[in-house]
């Protein structure tokens, strides 16, 4: 099971974290990734981070921006985002996948798991 939250209403420039608790299985082989849906857009990959190495990939568009990680200790996965942007708005999403692959990371069917979304408002 995956809990996302932290979402929130924020202005252009601010900052804001994101935490994924997983919970009821082990992620340790699996890889972490963020997703966002805007309205009306399809869900967009923003970041994965692989578990056991803590390697990262981001998208394009929040690269320098934002920073997955993640704490075993606690099995939560985090994003930093820094410096938002308006079009960042959108529901923010945790997933988990098996395997350590970048092959398909930024593919929402890759997923095996989801959590429930999480809102992120940027106003300019």
């Known amino acids: 099971q995956l809990q996302a939250s932290g979402g929130g209403l924020v202005q252009a420039g601010d900052s804001l974290r994101l935490s994924c608790a997983a919970s009821?299985?082990?992620?340790?082989?699996?890889?972490m990734g963020w997703f966002r849906q805007a309205p009306g857009k399809e869900r967009e990959f923003v970041a994965a981070?692989?578990?056991?190495?803590?390697?990262?990939y981001y998208a394009d568009s929040v690269k320098g921006r934002f920073t997955i990680s993640r704490d075993d200790a606690k099995n939560m996965v985090y994003l930093q985002m820094n410096s938002l942007k308006s079009e960042d708005t959108a529901v923010y999403y945790c997933?988990?996948?098996?395997?350590?692959?970048?092959?398909?990371?930024?593919?929402?069917?890759?997923?095996?798991?989801w959590g429930q979304g999480t809102l992120v408002t940027v106003s300019s």
């Open positions: 997933a988990s996948r098996a395997g350590s692959s970048w092959f398909g990371v930024h593919r929402p069917a890759e997923y095996d798991y």
């Open positions: 009821g299985r082990t992620f340790s082989s699996n890889v």
């Open positions: 981070i692989r578990w056991s190495s803590g390697g990262t």
